[in-house]
Nanobody, 118 residues
Framework: QVQLVESGGGLVQAGGSLRLSCAAS????????MGWFRQAPGKERELVAR???????YYAASVKGRFTISRDNAKNTVYLQMSSLKPEDTAVYYC????????????WGQGTQVTVSS
């Protein structure tokens, strides 16, 4: 079955950077559309960024210009490079994958905590 495993979270000061990774297995990764989501305490889960199988990207307005999503199909991995981090970026970050270009995501990772201190 498809498995997604995130890594790279941690504690960082405001203005700092982190790179999240999500390793996929059990699927033809290059065919999957991938996304990064986050959920802060007491808030709904929100889309942060997504990258299609054709490498088209989309970013939420709150992270555009600070975060970069990328993928390495040879390593079955999607990345989220986060820079100029703010305390409001604190959340559990999840990666997700789907075959279709639209609709809900089929597979989810377990999440990785990102905490940005002021």
């Amino acid at each position: 079955q498809v498995q997604l495993v995130e890594s790279g979270g941690g504690l960082v000061q405001a203005g700092g950077s982190l790179r999240l990774s999500c390793a996929a297995s059990g699927c033809t990764f290059s065919s999957y559309n991938m996304g990064w989501f986050r959920q802060a305490p007491g808030k709904e889960r929100e889309l942060v960024a997504r990258i299609s199988s054709g490498r088209y990207t989309y970013y939420a307005a709150s992270v555009k210009g600070r975060f970069t999503i990328s993928r390495d199909n040879a390593k079955n991995t999607v990345y989220l490079q986060m820079s100029s981090l703010k305390p409001e970026d604190t959340a559990v970050y999840y990666c997700a994958g789907r075959i279709s270009n639209y609709g809900s995501y089929d597979y989810w990772g377990q999440g990785t905590q990102v905490t940005v201190s002021s």
